[in-house]
């Protein structure tokens, strides 16, 4: 396997042998064996290993486990743990999603810090066909079909050429320790249902699924590059720059041979999601006005075009709710209702995006608008007021994003800078009778369809 790992590295030009790599090792089998033939090949590297804190006493372990195999072969190690449950609750993110955050995040802050050439992670075949299978149960472009690339940016992946039972069998033959994820064995977990259901039977159909997988993956990344080369073509035709942002005409884009598949990638990279790219593509005849939110930008029909622009350049909004209202699209999410008695309240969920207003002090109709100049209110647990300017500027808003901060107000009375905090006048008390359940869902992208700038 040292030979095929040398070759791999050689043929897909992952790194050079001067180059310092940042080897991340969770204590499982495949970063074990890594870890094992990094050694052997006299490569120049650290170790990285996060403690999500998820899963108690077996965390630790870990995290104990891969300081003493760094400590025995005499390798740096980096280690840090987080608060992996807070930050998903905080920031609206499935766990996974937020592992995956904070572990890339960390990984290029010590690449940086540490001038580590390369971060290399031990995913392998069997991770591309489960990728793969992932991407298509949830929908995917063509870049999904080929799962995992061996190389992107500076993370590297030097493994992909071994199957799940080929790193089994090197660790057995080379009496390798290894530490076992419990959360594997849990199928509520796509991957894993994947892994223990469907690719089983997948094999009872070819048993050589992982080499035509390998095979197919070749096929496809040949594909995307010929795909790639005329999307190239059809945005510099249809994406036009303006005083702005971008304008599309319409028309043009229904002269192409495929018009959604291409508005699809010209809208991709501004965050637009697959499920609002086809509303704007389905009401393109529809009359001027019809409004569209990524987390950054916006998309506007015109007459015979959309015009795309920035989250700063957004209108003023405002919207009425009224007390039968459950769902309200806003900027950048949406917002839900429910009112209950105070006897079925169960308590808080201490989380920003969800609040809890007494009806009592509401005047209906309430409204969600945007921030302005001059606003002002009480936090929750505050004696006197506060501009909200000021509140967005303690809480690292950036400028150009303010403006799409919606509030929640009644009366003129800000109740809820929403995703962020309420206001001391709408808190709860023991002579509430009625209370109202506000949830903000924000706009959450998956990972394929995170905006990248490409201008």
Not at 36 to 44: E, I
Not at 148 to 175: C, D, H, Q, T
Not at 310 to 339: C, R, W
Request: net charge neutral; hydrophobic share 40%; with cysteine.
């Amino acid at each position: 396997m040292l030979h095929e790992l040398r070759q791999f590295i050689s043929e897909k030009q992952l790194f050079s042998p001067d180059e310092r790599i940042l080897l991340t090792v969770s204590g499982g089998i495949d970063s074990v064996v890594l870890f094992d033939l990094f050694v052997k090949a006299g490569f120049s590297f650290a170790v990285a290993h996060c403690n999500f804190t998820l899963r108690g006493t077996e965390s630790d372990e870990d995290e104990q486990f891969v300081s003493d195999l760094a400590v025995k072969h005499g390798v740096s190690f980096h280690v840090k743990r987080f608060d992996t449950g807070t930050f998903a609750s905080d920031n609206a993110l499935s766990i996974q999603m937020a592992a995956r955050e904070l572990r890339y995040n960390w990984f290029d802050e010590l690449a940086q810090t540490y001038q580590y050439n390369y971060i290399a992670t031990a995913h392998q075949l069997n991770d591309i066909i489960e990728t793969t299978l992932i991407n298509l149960s949830r929908g995917t472009g063509i870049a999904g079909l080929h799962g995992i690339p061996e190389k992107n940016g500076k993370i590297i992946r030097p493994l992909l050429f071994s199957s799940r039972n080929a790193i089994r069998v090197y660790a057995e033959e080379n009496n390798l320790k290894w530490r076992e994820d419990s959360s594997n064995i849990e199928e509520k977990y796509a991957r894993n249902l994947i892994r223990h259901q469907v690719v089983p039977a997948l094999k009872k159909l070819n048993p050589n699924l992982e080499e035509i997988f390998k095979q197919n993956t070749e096929r496809f990344k040949g594909t995307e590059q010929l795909y790639r080369f005329h999307i190239e073509q059809y945005k510099e035709q249809l994406l036009k720059k303006s005083a702005e942002g971008y304008t599309i005409t319409i028309t043009e884009l229904d002269a192409t041979a495929a018009p959604f598949t291409i508005l699809t990638e010209l809208l991709l990279p501004f965050g637009f999601n697959f499920t609002t790219i086809q509303k704007i593509y389905r009401n393109r005849f529809q009359e001027s006005g019809s409004v569209y939110y990524s987390p950054d930008y916006i998309v506007q029909k015109d007459r015979t075009c959309w015009q795309l622009y920035g989250i700063e350049h957004l209108p003023d909004f405002a919207y009425n709710i009224d007390a039968d209202t459950k769902v309200i699209e806003i900027p950048g999410g949406s917002l839900s209702f429910q009112m209950i008695d105070a006897e079925q309240f169960k308590g808080f969920t201490h989380a920003r995006t969800v609040a809890y207003i007494d009806v009592a002090i509401i005047r209906w109709p309430m409204k969600v608008r945007n921030w302005t100049e001059g606003d002002r209110f009480q936090p929750f647990g505050m004696k006197g007021m506060k501009k909200v300017s000021d509140y967005l500027i303690d809480s690292k808003v950036a400028n150009n994003q303010k403006k799409k901060i919606p509030l929640l107000v009644s009366n003129d009375d800000i109740l809820w800078i929403v995703g962020y905090r309420t206001s001391e006048k709408s808190k709860i008390t023991d002579s509430s009778e009625k209370i109202l359940i506000c949830t903000y869902k924000p706009i959450i992208m998956e990972p394929d369809n995170i905006k990248k700038s490409i201008f």
